[in-house]
């Protein structure tokens, strides 16, 4: 396969990523974090004029640089994401209680994305060093 072949088609398969990623956003059922990771990895490998555009986006950038450079999650966001999950998650079982087997899968999904949005590294604020600086200077 030529490079130009690979790279169109790691062009193609991020763009297909980041659309799924961005369904995700709104579907609480699927996940957002591993196609935007899948997105970047296809990304920097096809074009890093897509890779810089996505990590550098300004709705999911800093998302991903943050996961990507291990920075972790907000607190408050790791706590939204986690009910915004299980909200999803009872919807679908209701939905689908009778079929015990969906039921399971759909457990194990919840609890395998909890247990890792839980273990990810909590994200400290960071300081607005401008402000900081101009309440140094008035109270000196």
């Known amino acids: 396969m030529s490079d130009k072949v690979k790279r169109y088609l790691f062009i ?11 369904i995700g956003i709104f579907v609480p059922v699927l996940p957002t974090t591993p196609f935007l990771l899948l997105a970047a ?8 004029r897509f ?3 996505l990590i550098n986006n ?29 909200t999803g998650i009872g919807i679908s079982i209701w939905l ?3 079929n015990l087997i969906v039921l399971i899968i ?3 999904v919840a609890i395998g994305v ?5 273990l990810l590294k909590v994200k ?4 607005n060093t401008c402000t900081d600086n101009e309440n140094r200077n008035k109270e000196n």
């Open 106 to 108: 759909l457990l194990l």
């Open 51 to 53: 890779y810089d555009w």
């Open 124 to 127: 400290k604020r960071q300081q």
């Open 58 to 86: 300004k709705v999911c950038g800093s998302y991903i640089r943050n996961y990507i450079e291990g920075r972790g999650m907000p607190l408050r966001v790791k706590i939204f994401t986690i009910a915004l999950l299980w």
């Open 12 to 22: 193609t398969l991020g763009t297909v990523f980041v659309v799924i990623g961005m």
């Open 96 to 98: 689908t209680y009778p």
């Open 114 to 118: 909890t247990l890792h949005i839980a």
């Open 41 to 48: 990895f296809f990304y920097l490998r096809g074009s890093k």
